[in-house]
Every structure is written in C-alpha cells, then in structure tokens.
C-alpha cells in the first residue's frame, strides 16, 4: 500500500507539468487562432487596398494620356493658329497693296485731267475702237473697287477663323488645367493607398512573426506534454502491474445508503483539509479522490435522475445524479454515457476515469451533497 501510495504521489507531480502544459497549448491555440483571423483580414484590407490602388493608378494614366493627346492637340492648334495669323497678316498686306493701287491710279487719272481719258478716246481709229477704250477706262476703275473689296473679304474671312482657333485654343487648354487638377487629386489619392498599404504590410508583418513565434511555442509545449505524457503512461502501467484491488472502503459508522463510485481504484485523497496536491489542488478537499488510470469505468453510487451533464475549467467533464434526499457528483471524467434527464440504476456505468479540467492527474473526484452543501463521502458509504 505504501509503495502505491508513494507512485501516486509521482504520478501525481508529473502530471501537474502535463496538465500544465494543456492548458497553456490551449490557450496558445487559442491565441494562434486569433493571430490566423487578424493576419488573414489584414491581407484582406491589403488586397483591397491594392485593388483601390490599381483602379486609381489607371484613371491616373488615363489622365496622363488625355493630357498627352491635349497637349498636342494645343500644339497643333497654335501651330494653325500661327499659320492664320500668316494668311491674315498677308492678307491684310494684299488689301493695303490694292488700297494704295487704286489711289495711285485715281489719283493718277484726276490730277492729269480729263484730257488723258479725251486722248485716248481720239486716238481710236474706229467707232469699234473707241467704244473699246472708254470700256477700258471704266473696268479699270471697276477693277480697283472690286479687287479691294475682294481683299477686305479675306481679311474679315481670316480673322474669323484666327478667332475661332483662338477659342479653340483657350478651350484646349482650359481641359489641360483641368486635366492637371484630376492628375494632382488622383496622385494624391494614389500616394495615401500606398502609405496605407505600406502600413497594412507592417502590420501583417507582425501579425506573422506573432503567428511564428506562437506556433514555436505551441510546438514546444506539445513536444513537452508528449513527454509527460509518455511518462505519465509508463507510471501508470507500472502501477497498474502493482496494484491489487484492496478491500471495501465503507469506513465504519457509514450508513451504506451508497456504493463504491469506482471499484478498481484506491483512494488517493480524502474530504477535508490537506496539502494542496502540485500546488493546484483545493486544501479543502470536497469529496473523495479515486486514482485510477485514465478510461477506468464510474459507477453510480445509487439510483436516481442525472440533472446535469456539463464541463467546467475546474471539474472538466462532470456528471450529478439526483438521489432525492441527496445528490453526488462525478468529476474529471475521460468520457460520459448518460444525458440529462436519464434514470439510471445503482451500480450502472455512467462515465470513465479521466483528467480533464483542474487535475493532477487521472482519478474520480467524487462529492456528496446534503441541501446544495458538500458532506464527507464517507458519512453515506
């Protein structure tokens, strides 16, 4: 007895590092899980982001060529309206010319008298010839006035159309500047995406050395709780070689109204005060412990209703049976094979052995309430 007495203990202590150990891999799986969700919608808004960038970046381009084909369009207009300033400026040229012609002419014809028109007129040698020469004399006037108003025409005719390329122009550029305020507004927009990216990136960046270094220590932790487990293992066959089922434990002065929860184990801890077992056990103990290993069968102590089916950080799986004037309560388990609401039999299987929730290691912790207040097994035993 005292040899099993002292391998519980060891077992006992191994298994506070592996259960340790659990539930810090939880908790990291836990947190690597959240540190998976925050990378994967950081590369989300990236995405986003870069896709909001790539539409800005090609109105952006679409800007730059519009401005490129404005701009030669400009060119090209003052290039026609260079060449219309040539034409009007000729043309204008051509009007003077005649203008001055004409007064030469007239000038001309009236300070030399009437006599030069008579002259002419005489020297005809016929009828034929003579009415030829003074239709002459009245074309050339007619000329002259016709020719100058010829030339004022194109003048007016060029300077219409130097006008309506310059407006042209002034509409041409005038799309230039605007043009220019979208480009601006754009690259701005284009430059604020690629900041938020560049920030988005930091902070996927570390998300991803967090995810790196949780998942180092998730690998770690479960490498270590294999081991103890490994350990814990071989303690438990080698106790399970040793162990020989000892006789009742109904302690005298028990009124038997319970049976044994779990025949093929040995108390490993009894109601009241005690140590605290690697430093996570209760010094008040509230029921009765049953070391055995892990898959062990638990019995009902006797028969009545099952009330709850749950799991809790502290009792990790657990099963109360309501027996009308008191009710006992089955914790750590491995597994559980009643549900709520289920009549059950003194003596049937309702659960198995295990470690879940606070425990040093496999075992049964057993309780007994009177009224909703633990009492000592031991009293209904």
């Known amino acids: 007895m005292v040899r099993k007495r002292l391998v519980s203990v060891l077992l006992a202590g191994a298994l506070v590092a592996g259960m340790g150990l659990q539930v810090n891999v939880t908790v990291k799986a836990d947190d690597l899980q959240d540190a998976k969700n925050k990378a994967s919608e950081q590369q989300s808004q990236i995405d986003a982001a870069q896709a909001e960038k790539k539409e800005l970046v090609a109105?952006?381009?679409?800007?730059?060529?519009d401005m490129e084909q404005t701009q030669a369009d400009i060119e090209a207009k003052q290039e026609?309206?260079?060449?219309?300033?040539?034409?009007?400026?000729?043309?204008k040229i051509d009007e003077n010319n005649q203008y001055e012609s004409m007064k030469l002419r007239i000038q001309y014809m009236y300070e030399n008298g009437n006599g030069q028109f008579l002259e002419t007129l005489l020297e005809s040698k016929s009828i034929a010839e003579f009415l030829s020469n003074a239709e002459y004399i009245t074309q050339i006037s007619e000329y002259d006035r016709n020719m100058l108003v010829e030339f004022q025409n194109v003048v007016d005719k060029v300077e219409k159309q130097q006008e309506e390329l310059e407006q042209e122009n002034a509409e041409?550029?005038?799309?230039?500047?605007?043009?220019?305020?979208?480009?601006?507004?754009?690259?701005?927009?284009?430059?604020?995406?690629?900041s938020e990216i560049a920030s988005l990136q930091s902070e996927l960046s570390a998300t991803n050395a967090k995810i790196s270094e949780l998942q180092a220590a998730a690998e770690e932790q479960a490498r270590l709780q294999r081991e103890a487990q490994n350990s814990n293992n071989n303690n438990n066959n080698s106790n399970d070689n040793d162990y020989t089922p000892g006789p009742?434990?109904?302690p005298s002065g028990g009124t038997g109204r319970l049976q044994n929860p779990c025949p093929a184990a040995y108390i490993s801890s009894e109601f009241g005060g005690?140590?605290?077992?690697?430093?996570?056990?209760?010094?008040?103990?509230?029921?009765?412990?049953?070391?055995?290993?892990?898959?062990?069968?638990i019995y009902a102590a006797a028969s009545g209703t099952v009330t709850t089916v749950s799991y809790s950080g502290a009792?990790?799986?657990?099963v109360i049976i309501n027996h009308g004037d008191i009710s006992t309560l089955y914790q750590h388990c491995s597994a559980?094979?009643?549900?709520?609401?289920?009549?059950?039999?003194?003596?049937?299987?309702?659960?198995?052995?295990?470690?879940?929730?606070?425990?040093?290691?496999?075992h049964l912790h057993f309780e007994v309430w009177v009224g909703g207040t633990p009492v000592d097994p031991r009293l209904y035993l």
């Not at 026609?80 to 043309?91: F, G, P, S, T, W």
């Not at 140590?275 to 069968?297: C, L």
């Open 274 to 297: 005690r140590q605290s077992p690697g430093g996570i056990g209760s010094t008040n103990h509230k029921g009765r412990d049953y070391a055995a290993a892990s898959g062990t069968p």
């Open 59 to 65: 109105q952006l381009d679409g800007i730059v060529a």
């Open 336 to 362: 559980i094979f009643v549900s709520v609401g289920q009549s059950v039999g003194a003596g049937a299987n309702i659960a198995a052995v295990g470690s879940t929730g606070n425990s040093t290691g496999p």
């Open 315 to 318: 009792r990790g799986n657990y």
């Open 80 to 91: 026609e309206i260079a060449k219309k300033a040539d034409e009007l400026d000729a043309a």
């Open 248 to 250: 009742s434990y109904t």
């Open 172 to 194: 041409l550029e005038e799309m230039q500047n605007s043009l220019q305020s979208q480009q601006t507004e754009l690259q701005s927009l284009v430059d604020s995406k690629s």
